[in-house]
């Protein structure tokens, strides 16, 4: 048995015969590889596309899916071991993992960080409890990363390049930007992003405003290694010319500062003097005709402009309808 907790846990041909799998179905959506299966899906966060994804994917291919939340009546969860109880939690994530795996063959994790401390969050405590109690496989549907928005953002790419004549992935200049946005957000699908543009053999660079807003090092690492592994290169810079100069993609995306989790009062006097790292015309000027992308959803004009956003290099709706298709390929690899 093998979750889908992160894709440094798949080399790239298993995730590449999951894409081939995933573009078989979007020409061909329907089939019973999921026939008589039960998904639980649980949102400790919200969601649109996620949630709608799986459920609408599980359906096409004769299964079901159950979505639970704990605003949606599920018990309060304990995630520690060994703990005293006398809390709010009512029920051991050991329980619900092992019960949910009697009744279903596949169980997706949405537990964003709690944003107090990064020592702490980075653990990814739920997902790792969950894959440890289950008995069926897990899909982590966005925890620390996002590994279901890299598949997605990845067939995009693919599909897209083959359609322009822009050939392969390898090679290309792939440019992760931190943009603004008025609340820290997760820092999961930038690290997603980093993690699966080095695997697929793009030099990356990673355009942030300061040193507080480099990644978590276990990601920076897992690039570098995959970059090194397709001799390309892993760049950080703060200078918003060098990011964007010859960039063939951009993917935008705003995180909170690491050091400042928990402490978001100096982080926002910060990120406020980065509100120019917007993905605008001026910007996209200076790449080779790059095509650009972001997982949604998304603050219009403060994140990018509606000009790049709405014109024709954007893929961020392919890149969305994708979750649909890659994630039928992840469960169907899992649960077959
Ligand atoms: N990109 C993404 O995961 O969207 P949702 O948060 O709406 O699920």
Redesign the pocket.
């Given at each position: 048995m093998k979750h889908f907790l992160n894709t440094a846990d798949w080399s790239r041909a298993e995730l590449q015969a999951m894409l081939d799998d995933a573009r078989a179905m979007k020409k061909s959506p329907y089939g019973d590889a999921l026939k008589n299966k039960t998904v639980a899906l649980l949102f400790l966060n919200?969601?649109?596309?996620?949630?709608t994804s799986f459920d609408v994917g599980a359906r096409q291919l004769g299964g079901h899916a159950v979505v639970l939340s704990p605003s949606g009546g599920m018990w309060p969860l304990e995630f520690e071991d060994g703990v005293v109880m006398d809390g709010e939690a009512e029920e051991h994530v050991k329980e619900a993992a092992k019960v949910l795996s009697r009744y279903c063959d596949l169980i997706g994790i949405r537990a964003f960080p709690k944003f107090q401390n990064w020592e702490e969050d980075r653990k990814d405590r739920i997902l790792t409890a969950f894959a440890k109690y289950a008995d069926v496989p897990v899909i982590n549907m966005?925890t620390i990363t996002?590994p279901c928005?890299e598949m997605a953002l990845v067939m995009a790419l693919q599909e897209r390049c083959e359609k322009d004549g822009r050939g392969p992935l390898d090679g290309k200049k792939f440019l992760l930007t931190w943009t603004y946005h008025p609340k820290p957000l997760n820092t999961a699908?930038a690290n997603s992003a980093l993690m699966i543009a080095a695997k697929f053999g793009m030099a990356v660079t990673v355009l942030c405003p300061t040193e507080d807003y480099i990644l978590d090092e276990r990601y920076m690492a897992q690039a570098l290694r995959d970059a090194n592994a397709n001799r390309q290169a892993v760049t950080i810079t703060h200078d918003i010319t060098q990011g964007y100069d010859g960039a063939d993609f951009v993917y935008a995306k705003s995180w909170g500062a690491l050091p400042y989790f928990g402490n978001w009062g100096p982080e926002k006097r910060i990120r406020d003097r980065f509100r120019h790292f917007i993905v605008d015309e001026e910007k996209m000027a200076r790449t080779n005709n790059a095509l650009v992308s972001h997982?949604?959803?998304m603050r219009r004009n403060v994140k990018m402009t509606d000009a790049v956003f709405d014109g024709p290099n954007c893929i961020a709706y392919e890149e969305?309808e994708n979750?649909l298709h890659v994630q039928k390929a992840i469960m169907k690899a899992l649960a077959t």
């Open positions: 919200n969601s649109l596309r996620t949630r966005e996002h928005q699908v997982c949604l959803p969305a979750r």
